[in-house]
Structure formats: C-alpha cells, structure tokens
C-alpha cells in the first residue's frame, strides 16, 4: 500500500488541541486570532474522514457565511487533500471527495436550508459566535444523531454570546473538551509583533482578539473568566494556612446537587459534587470529607435543608459555622445582603492575585465556569446586589453549586498572604453559631 503524507506538522499547541479532539465527542476551542486553528480543525476532519469505516461518511466545515468558508478554507482543503491519489473536487460544491467515499464539504450558517435533509459524521463550527445559532440548533446537531456524529466549536471571543453559553456549558460538563489559548500563553507570534498588535489596537480589542476575554464588552459580570483561568496551576505557597471547607446543601430528589469547597489560604485544593437524599447522609459526607482534610471551620449556608445538616454537624462536635445569606451584610451600607458580600469577597480574592486552583482538580472546568456566570447592578439605594441562583435559572444556567460552596469560605476572617505565613481564625462565632 502506497504512504500518503498530508502536508501538516503540528506545531505547539495544535498537538494539545489534537489529542483533545480525539478523546470527545464535543469540542470548544477558543482561541486567539492567527494560531492556526482552521488549519488544525481542518486536518483533524481530514484524519477522520480518512479513518472512517462507515459507509458514504459526509463531514462539513461550516463558516458564518458561504463565501467566508470558502476564502478561508477552501485553499486549505485543496492543498491538504492534494497529496491524497484518486481524491475528486468538485468547485461548485465546494466539496472534496476521497477514494474511501468519505465527502468533505464546505457550508455558510447563512443559509441553514442547504444544510438541511443532510446526515454528518463530524461538523467544524468555524467562528461560532457570529453564526445564526438557528444553523446549530435545529440543523446541524440533528443530522449528527443518525450516526453519532462529532462537532468541533473553534472561535474568538465576541462578548457573552451563543459562543460564550457553548463554552461556558462545555466547561461544566466532562463529556466535552475545552481549551482556551491566548497569544501570550502560545509563542505562535513573535513578542515584537505581540507589542506592535497592542500599538496599533485599542486595548479592548487588543484583549478580545488576542487575549481571549469574553468580558470585554460585558461589564456587569462579577468575576471576569480571565480573572479565574488566570489562577489555574498560579504557583503560590501557603504551607501553613488554615484549611477552609465550604457546603452548599442541594435540595436532592432530583434538585440540585450538594457541594464541597476545601481551600487552604489562596489556594483552592478540593472540589466535590454529590447527590443525596437527605440531610444525614449529606451531613456523613461532609464529616469525612472534614476528617480527610481537617479544616479550621466548616461554612454553609443555613437557609432550607443546609439548616439541618449545620445543626447536624455542630452535634457530632464539628467546628460548623451556619452563614445566614438572606441578612444583612456586615457593610450593610454597601452591600444588599450577607450573599452578595461574599460573593463580592469572592471577586476581591480573585482580583489580588495571589490565588490558585489546582489543575489536577477534577470540577475545576466546571468551577470556572460557575464563578464567572453570575452578574451583578445596584439597588436604588446604590447597593451591590449579585444575581441569584433564581435569576440565573430564568436565563436558563444551572445552579452554581460549587461557586456557592466556596463563597462560604469567604466567611473566614483572614489576610492572604502567601509565601508560608501562618494564620489564625479571627471570628468570634463558636462552633454552631449562625452569622448574620
């Protein structure tokens, strides 16, 4: 059998992306402008299609409009395939044919009927945040159902878009694969053009297109996701903090799940989801899990069934601290109520820098993706007020479970310093007391 070699190397960080695509169904990669990410899409279809032992296999890459896809991709398509003996283009499809049946195909999401009575084995979504999500939603993903078929999502950051809820879901759900690659984190473009990029653009545009951040024209979110994927694998020292644990209660038989949050001074060192049916066995969890990592004090929140496992634990002799989120906040004059000071304390902890989260940690996706879906405005008296967990549920997000089990930990009184300092436990609440 004759070798064909594809006109393709890898380069830093394509292998990653690669890898990442091969081990899941569903893809979103966001990342910054001249990395190469049409070429690497491009070729993992091409790999796909060659392997594919189904019959007639049929792909397509997919552009926000018909004549984009082909002044991007269509190049590209000719010259990889070129290689390949016996392989059939046909211009006026915009389509290449390869000698085991299997059909590329290029397409606009401007015109979702040419899509449609189509089945796909693999779909690339080029520039997902300027397409009409009608393409995707009830086009595409159906003739993906026949035959199991994949999809890729690549793209720069347009705001909070469809592209940011794709990627902000993804980050939450393990049957997906997420990358986020800014220019500063790749070394694609030299450091010189990186200075030149940042003379010549505004700094808002500079930090959309090449730095990846979703938030530039969404001010009202609280916790801007570059501030939390920023403290990923942060490599600071706390030795000798105290270890903090968090709890959020879920409402079980089919509610939400419960959390648990254990950090140690800036660093974030355990995420846990779980689902139980009563308040005993999420009180056991939350007793092991306090035996595993004996922290100083255990926050949750005393509002429904969290009442009751707080009260639980205080009986077996727990340092359990019950945090009342509905009160008034210590600065009662700036914040609305005791939750939205927290999570305010939570963006603060962010904000300085000098906090990580562990890049072993299994939620940590879906953390992120948590603590920066909440926005937050003023009352009319010119408090804070942070988004609840029933506002967001109207917009359709999901209990923020995790982000809330570690705004409890903000409940502690301490500095962060890093570097080794020791700390002490400054609240004057005992074991049991509820803080309102």
Known sequence: MARIVIPYTPRPPQP???????????????????????????????????????????????????????AVAWDYLLHFTGPIPGREVNRSELSVKLPNGATIRLFGADNPDSLRGLYFDGVVMDEFADMKSEAWDSVIRPALSDRQGWAVFIGTPRGHNKFYEIYQAALRDSAWFTALYRVDQTGVLPEDEIEALKKQMTDSQFRQEYLCDFDVSSSDILIPLQLIDSAVGRDVIYTHAEKIMGVDVGMSLGGDPSAIVVRQGGNIIHLEEFRMDNTLEIAGRVKDRYGEYKPQAVYGDVIGWGAGVMHTLAGWGLPSVGINVAESASESDKFNRKRDELWWKAREFFAEKQCSIRDTLELRHKFMAELSTPTYGRTTTGKIKVEGKDEMKKREVASPNLAEAFIMTMAHVEPLRSEGFAYSWTADDGPGRVIT
């Open 16 to 70: 990653e992306m690669h890898a990442g695509m091969e081990s899941r169904r569903w893809a979103v990669i966001v990342a910054h402008r001249r990395m190469g990410k049409t070429v690497s899409v491009l070729n993992h279809m091409l790999k796909r299609a060659i392997m594919c032992d189904k019959r007639a296999p049929f792909y397509a890459y997919v552009a926000p409009f018909y004549h984009q896809a082909k």
